[in-house]
């Protein structure tokens, strides 16, 4: 089955690339890591109704058969962002991957830091 749902898990792996690189809090983080798993299974659901024969009409009970699929997509999606993780973690601590800069994107100042705001201080 994995074979066969490729074709809807690549762009939904581009998708999510970008929007993992657009998060910029922990929080929007966390949201988008427990939202993948459910992406993913839209998108499995959605390429099989793409793909179902045009011969066989898209009745209620048939859209029910295809979309029985989505707690497969669920749990694989979540196999996959799990796997992610894991590799995000291991390249972290060999080096391979370079941790992001903190979620506001600058560094906090140190006390006896001097501004740089060129005098507009507070």
């Not at 998708?15 to 459910?38: C, G, K, N, Y």
């Not at 992406?39 to 859209?63: C, G, N």
Request: glycine share 8%; charged share 15%.
């Amino acid at each position: 089955m994995l074979t066969i749902a490729a074709p809807a898990y690549i762009p939904c792996a581009i998708v999510l690339a970008v929007w993992f690189m657009l998060t910029r809090t922990h929080s929007q983080l966390i949201v988008a890591t427990m939202l993948a798993p459910v992406l993913m299974s839209v998108a499995l659901v959605i390429f099989l109704i793409v793909e179902d024969p045009k011969e066989i009409p898209l009745t209620a009970e048939r859209f029910s058969q295809l979309a029985s699929v989505a707690p497969f997509g669920l749990v694989v999606g979540g196999i996959y962002v799990g796997l992610a993780w894991g590799i995000y973690a291991v390249g972290t601590k060999f080096g391979i991957v370079r941790p992001p800069l903190p979620p506001n994107n600058r560094l906090e100042r140190s006390r006896g830091t001097p501004s740089v705001n060129h005098g507009e201080d507070r």
